[in-house]
């Protein structure tokens, strides 16, 4: 900062720094009021420098996808990643050739060069000026070192590895979900769900192929088509865990789950088999209806292995989800009998269950 102000007092510019945590990405009132602090830099001609908080975040800010998400909560037009390489180089080009234009389209399909000695690399960086050209922005990757490199940048002048906009901008109510926070994990879905989600639906468990990542409901995570393109950004009502076991399931097969769920949370964890719950006289009582697809008899076996703390988890998270008919089954003196009429009433509210509601979800 003595630096960029000896530089200022020259230029007759002045300049602050402001630091931004993952927790003011995660937050859409936190990144409002950066975006105030933005402008009121720029109407009072202070040159903001942001930079990753690396006091707050333990395991270091990743100052690229602070950079994308800044840039798209202000709207910005423009990108510019400065490292010590000259842009992009793809892999299958010997030993690397540089890549002038790169389209969003493309990004996850090459095999770059690992080069640079930058914290967040190459792949970092690829990742937040995808992010950027699908929120309408044009990015550049390019050599720090290179004389008028900033310049160059803003006159449109060909500098380093160029990413023009996919799409145009979205509405600011939408950024924070469409690029501003930090992404916690990802889905990948089937082609009926695209489809649908690109119609405006809600997205639910039986488009769901795959899930990755530890995130939590409400966090920002990715949606993948089969391909592994990025096509849209969404906020979950579910855990990864949740979402994991019940994923690519029925109405009625993803009720077995939740209710084995309960089932062995009330038990306090004490249960002598998968699968299995206790009457009211103690004896072992099975839950499971015959017939069930290898997929739900894996949940199972999954959840007759889960610890108490972790059956607590996902307990709390299913009685937040349907919190009437679940205290109502559970407060029920028959236990047997309070689970089956839960698992029936499961089977008809997961019907309406989506996993990521449109209203939390921004397609590209």
Same mark, same amino acid.
């Given at each position: 900062?003595d630096?960029?102000?000896?530089?200022?007092e020259?230029?007759?510019?002045?300049?602050?720094?402001?630091?931004?945590?993952?927790?003011?990405?995660?937050?859409?009132?936190?990144?409002?009021?950066?975006c105030?602090?933005?402008?009121?830099c720029?109407g009072?001609?202070?040159?903001?420098?942001?930079?990753?908080?690396?006091?707050?975040?333990m395991?270091?800010?990743?100052?690229d996808?602070?950079a994308?998400?800044?840039?798209?909560? +202000? *709207?910005?037009? #423009?990108?510019?990643?400065?490292?010590?390489?000259?842009? /992009?180089? %793809?892999?299958?080009?010997?030993? &690397?050739?540089h890549?002038?234009?790169?389209?969003?389209?493309?990004?996850?399909?090459?095999?770059?060069?690992?080069?640079?000695?930058g914290?967040?690399?190459?792949?970092s960086?690829?990742?937040?000026?995808?992010?950027?050209a699908?929120?309408g922005?044009?990015?550049?990757?390019?050599n720090a070192?290179?004389?008028?490199?900033?310049?160059?940048?803003?006159?449109?002048?060909?500098?380093?590895?160029?990413?023009?906009p996919a799409?145009p901008?979205?509405?600011?109510?939408?950024?924070?979900?469409?690029?501003?926070?930090?992404?916690?994990?990802?889905?990948v879905?089937?082609?009926a769900?695209?489809e649908?989600?690109s119609?405006?639906?809600?997205?639910?468990a +039986? *488009?769901?192929? #795959?899930?990755?990542?530890?995130?939590?409901s409400?966090? /920002?995570? %990715?949606?993948?088509?089969?391909? &592994?393109?990025?096509?849209?950004r969404?906020?979950?009502?579910?855990?990864?865990?949740?979402?994991?076991?019940?994923?690519?399931?029925q109405?009625?097969?993803?009720a077995?789950?939740m209710?084995?769920?309960?089932?062995?949370?009330?038990?306090?964890?004490?249960?002598?088999k998968?699968?299995?719950?206790?009457?009211?006289?103690g004896e072992?009582?099975s839950?499971?209806?015959?017939?069930?697809?290898?997929?739900?008899?894996?949940?199972?076996?999954?959840?007759?292995?889960?610890?108490?703390?972790?059956?607590?988890?996902?307990?709390i998270?299913?009685?937040?989800?349907?919190?009437a008919?679940?205290?109502?089954?559970?407060?029920?003196?028959r236990?047997?009998?309070?689970?089956?009429?839960?698992?029936?009433?499961?089977?008809?509210l997961?019907?309406?269950?989506?996993?990521?509601?449109?209203? &939390?979800?921004?397609?590209?």
């Open positions: 900062m630096i960029y102000r000896s530089v200022s020259i230029s007759g510019r002045h300049v602050c720094q402001i630091l931004i945590s993952e927790d003011d990405l995660r937050s859409p009132a936190a990144v409002s009021s950066v105030a602090v933005l402008d009121e720029a009072a001609g202070v040159i903001p420098i942001v930079n990753g908080n690396d006091v707050t975040d395991r270091g800010s990743d100052n996808a602070v994308v998400g800044i840039a798209v909560a +202000s *709207g910005a037009d #423009k990108l510019l990643l400065l490292t010590d390489v000259c842009g /992009v180089l %793809e892999e299958s080009h010997g030993n &690397g050739a890549l002038p234009d790169l389209p969003a389209s493309r990004i996850r399909d090459i095999r770059t060069v690992n080069t640079g000695t914290r967040g690399g190459m792949k960086k690829l990742r937040a000026v995808e992010l950027a699908y929120n922005i044009e990015s550049h990757i390019a070192r290179r004389p008028g490199v900033i310049k160059g940048c803003i006159k449109d002048e060909p500098v380093g590895t160029r990413t023009p799409r901008r979205f509405p600011a109510d939408s950024r924070w979900i469409s690029g501003v926070a930090v992404s916690h994990g990802s889905i879905i089937n082609r769900a695209e649908s989600i119609e405006g639906a809600s997205l639910f +039986s *488009g769901i192929k #795959k899930v990755e990542g530890n995130f939590s409400g966090d /920002v995570i %990715e949606v993948l088509a089969p391909s &592994g393109r990025l096509i849209a969404g906020v979950p009502k579910v855990s990864a865990t949740l979402m994991s076991l019940v994923r690519a399931m109405t009625d097969e993803i077995i789950v209710t084995e769920i309960l089932g062995k949370f009330q038990l306090g964890n004490v249960m002598s998968p699968g299995s719950a206790a009457g009211a006289d072992q009582l839950l499971r209806p015959a017939g069930l697809r290898p997929p739900v008899v894996r949940a199972l076996d999954q959840v007759g292995r889960c610890r108490y703390e972790l059956t607590r988890k996902l307990a998270e299913i009685i937040n989800l349907f919190p008919a679940t205290v109502e089954a559970m407060l029920d003196g236990r047997d009998e309070g689970l089956r009429r839960l698992r029936d009433r499961y089977s008809s997961s019907s309406d269950l989506s996993f990521i509601d449109r209203r &939390g979800l921004v397609t590209f």
